[in-house]
C-alpha cells in the first residue's frame, strides 16, 4: 500500500471511531481481554478498577466503531486536574482489530482529552529477555514513534510485592513544553495517592524513587 492509500484508510477510520466513556457494566467485558494484555506485575484487580471507575478522575475510554458499535480498543486514565494532564493507566486495542492503526487513533484521542492540556504521562515495561521482549520494544517503539519521550526519573511501579521498575514516558500535547522536577513529582505523587490504594507500602516505594526526578524538555 502507498503512502497516499494508507493516509486514506487511517483518515477513514478516524472517521468511523468514536472515543466513549465507559462504565461498570463495561467493566467485565474489558476485564476478560486486560488480563491477557499487561503483565501480571502490572495488573490491578476487577475490584480495584470498580472502585476506581466509581470515582470522579478516574476512567474507563472505549474506542467504538461508529457503524457496527463494537468495541475496538479500551484506556483507563486518570485526570491529573490541578496539572491539566493525563496519566494513562493502561491502553490496549482488542486483539482482532490489532496492526489496523487503531492504536494511533486512541492515543492521539487520549492525548488531547483535556482541552488545552500539557499532554499524557505513560509507564512503560523495561524490556527483559525472555518472550515478552519483542512486545515490549514495540510498545516502547509505538510511543516513541508517536512523540513521547521517556523521563528522567527511576520509576517504580507499585505493588503488594514491592516496586516494579518501568520507563516513565510523557507524550506532549503541544511542541516546546517544559516538566519541571516540581511538577513530575506532583503528578506521580498525585497517582500513587488516589490510584494505588490497594498497595500498602505504595508510600515506602514513592520515597525511594522519588527524589530521582529531574526536569525535562521537549
Known sequence: MDVKSKRKEIEQKVL???????GIDDL????QHFTNDFAIDELKNYEQLELLITRKNYKLLLAKDRTSKEIVGYAFIYEL?????????????????RN?????????????YKENGLGV???????????NKEIQLRRINFYERLGAKCLPIDYEF???????????????ASNNQQLTKNLIQKAV???????????????????HFISTVQDEHF
Do not use: Q
Request: glycine share 6%; net charge negative; hydrophobic share 40%.
Open 16 to 22: 468511523n471511531i468514536e472515543i466513549v466513556d465507559g
Open 81 to 97: 486536574e490541578h496539572l491539566n494532564a493525563i496519566w494513562l493507566d493502561y491502553m490496549a486495542i482488542i486483539n482482532k482489530f
Open 189 to 207: 505523587m498525585e497517582v500513587f495517592e488516589n490510584i494505588h490504594t490497594d498497595v500498602i507500602k505504595r508510600d515506602h516505594i514513592l520515597r
Open 158 to 172: 507499585p505493588t503488594n510485592n514491592g516496586g516494579f521498575p518501568m520507563y516513565l514516558y510523557f507524550k506532549p
Open 121 to 131: 504521562f505513560i509507564e512503560v515495561e523495561i524490556p527483559e529477555e525472555g518472550h
Open 100 to 112: 489496523r492503526s487503531y492504536g494511533t487513533l486512541l492515543f492521539d484521542k487520549i492525548t488531547h
Open 28 to 31: 467485565t467485558f474489558i476485564y
